[in-house]
């Protein structure tokens, strides 16, 4: 597999992280709600209800679905650099015929 940069691996994980808190939304809510106005007894008074929403992270989080966020990542990286790079083509081939003061050509119906 190809490897992915520090930044990318970054995003990858955020990406999936994003997708586990919503997909385990009802455990985080129910945490949030218990942990409001809390400070010192938070973690006494909200143990349940954190072990719930990471045990639920934890299940939607495996090395599975990270493997498979990666390779989507590296497949789509691929074909947004082929994009830029014909569109970097395109804006040299433009401005090589600006530079050589040629002009874009026109529809055959617009010649005279």
């Known amino acids: 597999m190809e ?3 520090r930044r990318e691996d970054t995003e990858v994980l955020e990406s999936v992280k994003s997708d586990a808190l919503k997909s385990c939304d009802n455990y985080v809510k129910a945490f949030a709600e218990c942990a409001t106005g809390r400070t010192f007894t938070l973690p006494f008074v909200c143990k349940d209800k954190l072990d ?10 495996t090395q599975d679905r990270m493997d498979a966020a990666k390779l989507d990542y590296i497949a789509n990286r691929s074909e ?8 970097l083509r395109k804006s040299r081939a433009e401005r090589l015929r600006k530079m050589a003061g040629l002009k874009e050509e ?7």
């Open 3 to 5: 490897a992915l940069s």
């Open 52 to 61: 719930d929403m990471q045990n639920c992270m934890r299940d939607y989080m």
């Open 80 to 87: 947004h650099g082929r994009q830029a790079v014909e569109a």
């Open 106 to 112: 026109a529809p055959s119906d617009q010649r005279k």
